[in-house]
């Protein structure tokens, strides 16, 4: 496999795992981060799908791509939402580690530069996870008046 048609099944599945995510969440807004953060899993499949159709990179491919192509596990089920958003936290520290890998092991400056994208963006969902997940875990310092 590819490293960009591996990093295509990536997204998809964390798309997949960020919609089923927010299917279990009754709150809107956490319902809402959810959703948004599936939206940003397509554009960034869209995006590879795009350089992989362009014809940019050459495709003799080294071949060290990791055989289990899902960082994604199942959707926490019936657990409260500080569990559910620290899975989210640890699948995007993963998906950061493996386009980190990537953008390592390839000899392409394209790829590199498009694993090292993938990094900074999913940095910013981990980033943004850990906050809300601070929340969760502290309201008290967030909302003092509780």
């Known amino acids: 496999m590819h490293p960009l048609d591996y990093a295509m099944q ?3 599945n ?6 089923k995510q927010a299917s279990l969440m009754e709150d809107s807004s956490l ?5 948004g953060l599936a939206r940003d899993e397509e554009k960034h499949y869209q995006l590879l799908k795009q350089i992989m159709d362009s014809g940019i990179y050459d495709y003799a491919g080294s071949g060290f791509v990791p055989t289990n192509a899902n960082i994604f596990g199942e959707p926490v ?9 620290q899975q ?3 699948f995007e520290e ?4 493996l386009y980190s890998d990537l953008a390592r092991q390839t000899t ?3 790829e590199k530069e498009t694993f090292l994208m993938l990094v900074r963006e999913e940095e910013g969902h981990r980033d943004l996870l850990r906050r809300i997940l601070e929340l969760l875990q ?5 909302y003092p008046h509780l």
């Open 10 to 12: 990536i997204e998809l």
């Open 14 to 19: 964390g798309k997949e795992f960020y919609m």
């Open 31 to 35: 319902r809402e981060i959810f959703e």
């Open 77 to 85: 089920k019936n657990a409260n939402y500080v569990t559910i958003y």
């Open 88 to 90: 989210a936290v640890d």
């Open 94 to 97: 993963q998906a950061i580690d």
């Open 108 to 110: 392409s400056e394209r």
């Open 138 to 142: 502290r309201p008290e310092e967030w």
